[in-house]
Nanobody
Framework: VQLQASGGGLVQPGGSLRLSCAASGIDFSINDMNWYRQAPGKQRELVAGIFSGGRLNYADSVKGRFTISRDNAKNTLYLRMNSLKPEDTAVYYC??????????WGKGTQVTVSS
């Protein structure tokens, strides 16, 4: 199983980024897919999730700014991040949660929001 996250980088406050996560080795369409993040010195937290049936879930801190989506034909998960703030700085991880409660993780991509 591989979850390859990409799209991170350095962006100014108020800017935008789009993260992608390319999945292989799993039946992507039946997995619930999530983005987590971990800032230095903090615990990993759920940012956004999209269930296999399409239902969405967002952390309160990103509602209205971030949009999660998936393309099952391309086995790819996305996270569109707008109006970025310095507190969004973290390593962002892609997670796949299978119907039998198995979790798979990618290596993460760094997002830094700074002027």
């Amino acid at each position: 199983v591989q979850l390859q996250a990409s799209g991170g980088g350095l962006v100014q406050p108020g800017g935008s980024l789009r993260l992608s996560c390319a999945a292989s080795g799993i039946d992507f369409s039946i997995n619930d897919m999530n983005w987590y993040r971990q800032a230095p010195g903090k615990q990993r937290e759920l940012v956004a999730g999209i269930f296999s049936g399409g239902r969405l879930n967002y952390a309160d801190s990103v509602k209205g700014r971030f949009t999660i989506s998936r393309d099952n034909a391309k086995n790819t998960l996305y996270l569109r991040m707008n109006s970025l703030k310095p507190e969004d700085t973290a390593v962002y991880y892609c997670n796949a949660h299978s119907p039998w409660a198995m979790d798979y993780w990618g290596k993460g991509t760094q997002v830094t929001v700074s002027s």
